[in-house]
């Protein structure tokens, strides 16, 4: 549990000294170890580091987050007394019984007494935390009877969100960094939210039980969520769950807390928790456009129309890897610019972005992604930069290949 608190506050220690990093470039000169630790004294030091003054935990939003924040400032208050009894003994020792002051050390073996009472004495404070620890654990887990349930899937470097059971069932999204290029390459001055932003949060009703589900794609992430004192690894292969029940509206921003890769920093967890009209409102809405949007499979597309939208779907899927200028960071993630399979047959190029490749960061977009939107991203990989090769592609021929 103590763990589990300081990793929090690890969680945002680290934050703001990435954001005082990215602020300031003294700390260019230094390098290996001693960049982050300089970084993160400069981001405690700095009364102009964006981020807030802040050393404890966030505000907890639900009531197991206040009993987590409760037992992390018991723990605490127990580790300083036993800090200060035993470094009083220990400054008492040194300083009164100082050779200089003549005295003679002891010469004793063993002392029951003594030993009795420092193996029971810690054992007893043991177990004393032990009961509101557990306690509190046990009250963590108990995942029964939610209101709604959540999927949540973590993908390199993004997350999914599927709503499974309540008003909203159904309701499937990706939901993607929305900080400006810009303000992360420093061309820009950093937004209030820089990096702990996306474009379509997950949105919850006020006082309701949630319960999220979380898995992955790929690589294993973490679903954190400070202020509901919700961490849950994503593990590809496995499900795992946890809950919370927001208490207050607002919105509540956390990170990726497990080292994912590349942009592991890149994809921020917001939750919008509203009122109950203003969740229906959104249902409603949601839903309608899943009728609506279910978009219409046999549009014919022409060039520009899907040039534009597959430029949009590129950068919010592909650029991570393989650029915005196409180049890639070779040799991890190649260049799209001139490559054989992006300027080759356009099967192979569609065969290979719907299952991807097994073993590589190529994941299957076909999971991810609508026809529509396969036959846009490949058509924009198809014209882009200095791709030219002036064909369409209609989704019913990304549908076609799905089969095979
Ligand atoms: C997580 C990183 C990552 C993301 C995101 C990503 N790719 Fe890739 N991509 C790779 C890697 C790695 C390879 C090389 C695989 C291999 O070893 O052949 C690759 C290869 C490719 C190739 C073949 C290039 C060649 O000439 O070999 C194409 C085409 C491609 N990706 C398209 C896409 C599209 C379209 C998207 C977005 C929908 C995308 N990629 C998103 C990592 C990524
Ligand atoms: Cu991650």
Redesign the pocket.
Known sequence: MLCRAAWDLAGERENMARRSNNNRDTTGVLSGAARPLFAGLLALLSSTANAAWELNLQEPVTAVARRVYELHSLLLWVIVVIFVGVFAVVAYSLYFHRKSRGHKAATFHDNTAVELAWTIVPALVLVAIAFPATSALVDMRDTSQPDLTVKVTGY??KWGYEYLTGDAAGVKFLSVLSTPRDQIENKAPKGEHYLLEVDRPLVVPVGKKVRILTTSNDVIHNWSMPAFAVKTDAVPGFLRDTWFRAEKEGTYRGQCSELC?KDHGFMPIVVEVVSAEKYAAWVAEQKQQLAAGAEDPNKVWTLDEQVARGET??AA??A???QASGEGMPP?????NG????TGPKEA?LA??LKG?AG????A?GEQ?SDTDIAA??AY?RNAWSNKLGEVIQPAEVKALRGK
């Open positions: 390199q470097w890769g779907v590129y899927n592909c991570a890897c393989h991890a993630f190649p260049a799209l490559s054989k399979i992006a190029h290979l972005v490749k590589t960061a190529m994941a977009f992604l991203v490949v990989e």
